[in-house]
């Protein structure tokens, strides 16, 4: 590699596809990729961010834990630096004497899927290959985006949640071709769709909003801000939480005014008598009326009944974000919508019925047949325990302790040492002052990581790790139809190693270097995985370049079939609900679940139900009379660069939005520095007074890096110091960040 000459070179990210600029060894500039008509911002920050100073140098041990085992001062900052032979000996020796002392069932191997877009350097597969290779580990269920879904769709559909989202659906090009009204719960935001699992290249969503709006097609944004959806969408302000009760007033307009569509009831569901008598109020003596709901979600009963009888007489599609699964009873509004969507008869119509997590990422609403990635195998994991992922603080504070999951009754694993590669829970997880003190139990921590996050600050061995900048790669996502080859752009910074040789150095000092390797380097194993890419294009008729090729060219775009139209599953089950039935005990949509049922979980009974959260406008104090929504952040992925981003000034805090008379009440202006608090914590942050949000409703987007231990402010701005750190039920167990209540005062 020429380190002094200027060089030009595309690559890849989860954001996308942009030119690198480098010279003299340092990445110096980046510039938007062509063939993407609307590209993110969020690589102008890379070259401040992949030099920053808050970089990993070199192999780092915390001085007390290597003196003798100290876990409280975990984020003290006082490391040692030895040689890498020596932190691998150190780390090797420790895995070992856990594995021996308490089992494989005592470590944990955390991680998250956003660490890189390149299919080789992935950071999950690698930590999870290598942890299987000595013997397994405690491994996570569902993500912290879509766990509760992914619990409870499959009793309602049949189907894999994320089977469901990527390869049932509608495109948008249906969409645009036959749907007449779109109802967005949640909305559906072109900043989240700017992101996608192994990288979107060409930033659709807006553009797809002005075509449906040249169809006259009518778009209605149900939630607390009017920027959850495009400019021109009509938006209809709804309380945090409430969405369950407007579903159901919609349904009960639906069947009161004779809008039902019960030949569809009768052939592709089940349960809807178990459901029906709830609805009428003929359980509980409370019909779902409007009226009903009224109180609740703060829409006038006329406007509930003009919108469900615009919703029968139309080809209406509901779409529902993610985001309403991560909150206390997620699992309601995702079947209950699913209810609704049966009730007008129009699921799988081709731009009606119902879909899930439009606008959350890029990709979802692509309109060609996917031919898969490149996976690296991880193996068999021989510890049979698993956690739903959102429960890790639990699990920590509560070695043993019994809990509920989707029917089964669980002990928690008592976790002596956690691997973490590939993620900052010290950004993600819920009450992060709860889940500090949870982090303090674990014998051992280990973690590989770029930067000082704060996870890494409070790690007991930190491996320096390369960016995806420092290695090759291939950028490839099966939602997705173009293909990447990820250059090596600069040499590793500092020390830093890719995962996969740190973790064959560990391997081979615990006597499985072979089976970690199989006797390849990293060029083999790209060169490997690719040749079965290659296979899989071939089998579906798609040209894939040779990796000399691709190399060469750098990127291409693939010709991919269009997928038929509606989606297949969806499409056969409406023709023959007997011949082609869902996955579902009775083969079909599943109104009332006979299994939810059987678990006897009053927080999640055996069809749709109104549950008020704990904490939601309607539980409002005078201690905390605000609800606390935490959208990500549109600056950033998740946490990733914000180092970088936290020297520009101005950005920090990050930035949270009020309405006016909410902010008139409190003496608060624009720019103002304003401490958000409950119970759990407080932050700083900086107002922006706006009427696009509704009254009674915050938004502090999630991103900062938190502070250390024992603040009493969080300066930088990270909510999940405030968010509730509960399962949204004993079914799903997902996060419920979104069900939270705080104050607001003027600094």
């Given at each position: 590699?020429?380190?002094?000459?200027?060089?030009?070179?595309?690559?890849?990210?989860?954001?996308?596809?942009?030119?690198?600029?480098?010279?003299g060894?340092?990445?110096?500039?980046?510039r938007?990729f062509?063939p993407?008509?609307a590209?993110?911002?969020i690589?102008?920050?890379?070259?401040?961010?992949?030099?920053?100073?808050?970089?990993?140098?070199?192999p780092?041990?915390?001085?007390?834990?290597?003196?003798?085992?100290?876990?409280?001062?975990?984020?003290?900052?006082?490391y040692?630096?030895?040689?890498?032979?020596e932190?691998?000996?150190?780390?090797?020796?420790?895995?070992?004497r856990?594995?021996?002392?308490?089992g494989?069932?005592?470590?944990?191997?955390?991680?998250?899927?956003?660490?890189?877009?390149?299919r080789?350097?992935?950071?999950?597969?690698?930590?999870?290959?290598?942890?299987?290779?000595?013997?397994g580990y405690v491994?996570?269920?569902?993500?912290?985006?879509?766990?509760?879904?992914?619990?409870?769709?499959?009793?309602?559909?049949?189907?894999?949640?994320?089977?469901?989202?990527?390869?049932v659906?509608?495109?948008?090009?249906?969409?645009?071709?036959?749907?007449?009204?779109?109802?967005?719960f949640?909305?559906?935001?072109?900043?989240?769709?700017?992101v996608?699992?192994?990288?979107?290249t060409?930033h659709?969503?807006?553009g797809?909003?002005d075509?449906f709006a040249?169809?006259?097609?009518?778009?209605?944004?149900?939630?607390?801000?009017r920027s959850d959806?495009?400019?021109?969408?009509?938006?209809l302000?709804?309380?945090?939480?409430?969405?369950?009760?407007?579903m159901?007033?919609?349904?009960?307009?639906?069947?009161?005014?004779?809008?039902?569509?019960?030949?569809?009831?009768?052939?592709?569901t089940?349960?809807?008598?178990r459901?029906?008598?709830?609805?009428?109020?003929?359980?509980?003596g409370?019909?779902k009326?409007?009226?009903?709901?009224?109180?609740?979600t703060?829409i006038?009963?006329?406007?509930?009944?003009?919108?469900a009888?615009?919703?029968?007489?139309?080809?209406?599609?509901?779409?529902v974000?993610?985001?309403?699964?991560?909150?206390e009873?997620?699992?309601?509004?995702?079947?209950?919508?699913?209810t609704?969507?049966?009730m007008?008869?129009?699921?799988?119509?081709?731009?009606?019925?119902?879909?899930?997590?439009?606008g959350a990422?890029g990709?979802?609403?692509k309109?060609?047949k996917?031919?898969?990635?490149?996976t690296?195998?991880?193996g068999?994991?021989?510890v049979?325990d698993?956690?739903?992922?959102?429960?890790?603080?639990?699990?920590l504070l509560?070695?043993g302790?019994?809990?509920?999951?989707n029917?089964?009754r669980r002990?928690?694993?008592?976790?002596?040492?956690?691997?973490?590669?590939?993620?900052?829970?010290f950004?993600?997880?819920?009450?992060?002052?709860?889940?500090?003190?949870?982090?303090?139990?674990?014998?051992?921590?280990i973690?590989?990581?770029?930067?000082w996050?704060?996870?890494?600050?409070?790690?007991d061995?930190?491996f320096?790790?390369t960016?995806?900048?420092e290695?090759?790669?291939?950028?490839?996502?099966?939602?997705?139809?173009y293909?990447?080859?990820?250059?090596?752009?600069?040499?590793?910074?500092?020390?830093?190693?890719?995962?996969?040789a740190?973790?064959?150095?560990?391997?081979?000092?615990l006597?499985?270097?072979?089976t970690?390797?199989?006797?390849?380097?990293?060029?083999?194993?790209?060169?490997?995985?690719?040749?079965?890419?290659?296979?899989?294009?071939?089998?579906?008729?798609?040209?894939?370049?040779t990796?000399?090729?691709?190399?060469?060219?750098?990127?291409?775009?693939?010709?991919?079939?269009?997928?038929?139209q509606p989606?297949?599953i969806?499409r056969?089950?409406?023709?023959?609900?007997?011949?082609?039935p869902?996955?579902?005990?009775?083969g079909k949509?599943?109104?009332?679940?006979?299994r939810?049922?059987?678990?006897?979980?009053?927080d999640c009974?055996?069809?749709?139900?109104w549950?008020?959260?704990?904490?939601?406008?309607?539980?409002?104090?005078a201690?905390?009379p605000?609800?606390?929504?935490?959208?990500?952040?549109?600056d950033?992925?998740?946490s990733?660069l914000?180092?970088a981003?936290?020297?520009?000034?101005?950005?920090?805090?990050?930035?949270i939005?009020?309405?006016?008379q909410?902010a008139?009440?409190?003496?608060?202006?624009?720019?103002?520095?304003?401490?958000?608090?409950?119970a759990?914590?407080?932050?700083?942050?900086?107002?922006?007074?706006?009427?696009?949000?509704?009254?009674g409703?915050?938004?502090?987007p999630?991103?900062?890096?938190?502070?250390?231990?024992g603040?009493?402010?969080?300066a930088n701005?990270?909510?999940?110091?405030?968010?509730?750190?509960?399962?949204?039920?004993?079914?799903g167990?997902?996060?419920?960040?979104?069900?939270?209540?705080?104050?607001?005062?003027?600094?």
């Amino acid at each position: 590699m020429d380190d002094t000459a200027r060089q030009t070179r595309v690559t890849s990210s989860h954001w996308g596809a942009f030119e690198v600029v480098t010279q003299g060894g340092r990445i110096v500039e980046t510039r938007p990729f062509a063939p993407d008509p609307a590209p993110p911002a969020i690589p102008a920050i890379l070259p401040a961010a992949v030099h920053h100073g808050s970089r990993v140098a070199r192999p780092s041990i915390r001085r007390a834990w290597l003196a003798s085992r100290d876990r409280s001062g975990r984020g003290d900052g006082d490391y040692v630096t030895p040689p890498w032979d020596e932190a691998l000996d150190i780390a090797a020796q420790e895995l070992d004497r856990v594995r021996k002392t308490h089992g494989n069932g005592a470590i944990y191997g955390g991680s998250y899927g956003w660490a890189s877009a390149g299919r080789f350097h992935h950071a999950q597969g690698q930590v999870h290959r290598f942890l299987n290779c000595i013997g397994g580990y405690v491994a996570s269920f569902g993500s912290y985006s879509t766990g509760c879904a992914q619990s409870i769709m499959p009793h309602v559909f049949g189907e894999n949640f994320l089977t469901l989202t990527y390869e049932v659906q509608d495109s948008y090009a249906t969409i645009a071709a036959h749907t007449e009204t779109l109802v967005m719960f949640g909305g559906i935001n072109p900043k989240n769709s700017m992101v996608s699992m192994g990288g979107i290249t060409e930033h659709q969503t807006a553009g797809w909003f002005d075509r449906f709006a040249q169809t006259g097609m009518t778009r209605i944004n149900i939630g607390p801000q009017r920027s959850d959806a495009p400019d021109g969408c009509d938006w209809l302000p709804c309380r945090p939480g409430s969405d369950t009760a407007l579903m159901l007033a919609l349904a009960h307009v639906l069947e009161e005014e004779g809008l039902t569509d019960h030949a569809f009831l009768d052939r592709y569901t089940t349960g809807w008598d178990r459901f029906r008598p709830y609805l009428m109020g003929a359980v509980d003596g409370s019909p779902k009326s409007p009226e009903w709901a009224a109180p609740l979600t703060g829409i006038s009963p006329e406007k509930v009944r003009s919108l469900a009888r615009r919703m029968a007489t139309t080809r209406t599609l509901i779409t529902v974000a993610w985001s309403l699964q991560r909150q206390e009873h997620g699992e309601q509004p995702y079947w209950m919508s699913a209810t609704l969507a049966a009730m007008l008869g129009q699921i799988g119509l081709p731009g009606g019925g119902v879909g899930y997590g439009y606008g959350a990422i890029g990709g979802i609403g692509k309109d060609f047949k996917p031919i898969g990635g490149m996976t690296l195998p991880q193996g068999q994991n021989p510890v049979p325990d698993v956690i739903p992922v959102a429960r890790v603080a639990d699990m920590l504070l509560n070695p043993g302790a019994p809990y509920d999951f989707n029917g089964e009754r669980r002990l928690y694993p008592d976790i002596r040492l956690v691997y973490w590669a590939g993620g900052n829970p010290f950004h993600h997880h819920q009450d992060l002052n709860r889940l500090h003190q949870a982090w303090l139990r674990p014998e051992t921590i280990i973690v590989n990581e770029p930067w000082w996050t704060p996870t890494a600050q409070r790690t007991d061995i930190v491996f320096p790790a390369t960016t995806p900048y420092e290695r090759e790669d291939i950028g490839r996502s099966p939602l997705d139809d173009y293909l990447f080859h990820m250059p090596q752009l600069i040499p590793p910074v500092g020390e830093a190693r890719d995962d996969y040789a740190i973790f064959s150095g560990l391997a081979d000092r615990l006597g499985v270097g072979q089976t970690f390797t199989e006797g390849r380097d990293p060029a083999a194993w790209i060169a490997h995985l690719y040749a079965g890419l290659m296979d899989r294009g071939r089998a579906a008729g798609v040209e894939v370049p040779t990796l000399d090729e691709l190399r060469a060219r750098n990127w291409v775009k693939l010709e991919l079939a269009t997928d038929e139209q509606p989606k297949p599953i969806l499409r056969r089950f409406r023709a023959d609900p007997t011949g082609a039935p869902l996955k579902t005990p009775s083969g079909k949509i599943e109104i009332f679940s006979e299994r939810i049922d059987s678990f006897g979980y009053p927080d999640c009974p055996g069809h749709p139900v109104w549950l008020p959260p704990t904490e939601w406008p309607g539980a409002a104090t005078a201690a905390a009379p605000l609800h606390l929504v935490s959208p990500q952040p549109g600056d950033k992925l998740h946490s990733q660069l914000e180092a970088a981003l936290a020297d520009v000034d101005g950005a920090r805090p990050e930035t949270i939005l009020l309405h006016e008379q909410d902010a008139n009440q409190r003496g608060i202006a624009t720019g103002d520095l304003v401490r958000v608090f409950n119970a759990r914590g407080a932050v700083r942050a900086r107002a922006r007074v706006t009427g696009d949000i509704l009254q009674g409703v915050v938004a502090l987007p999630t991103g900062a890096w938190v502070g250390g231990p024992g603040q009493n402010m969080d300066a930088n701005g990270n909510p999940n110091v405030l968010t509730r750190d509960v399962g949204t039920s004993r079914l799903g167990q997902g996060t419920s960040a979104h069900s939270a209540l705080v104050e607001v005062e003027r600094l």
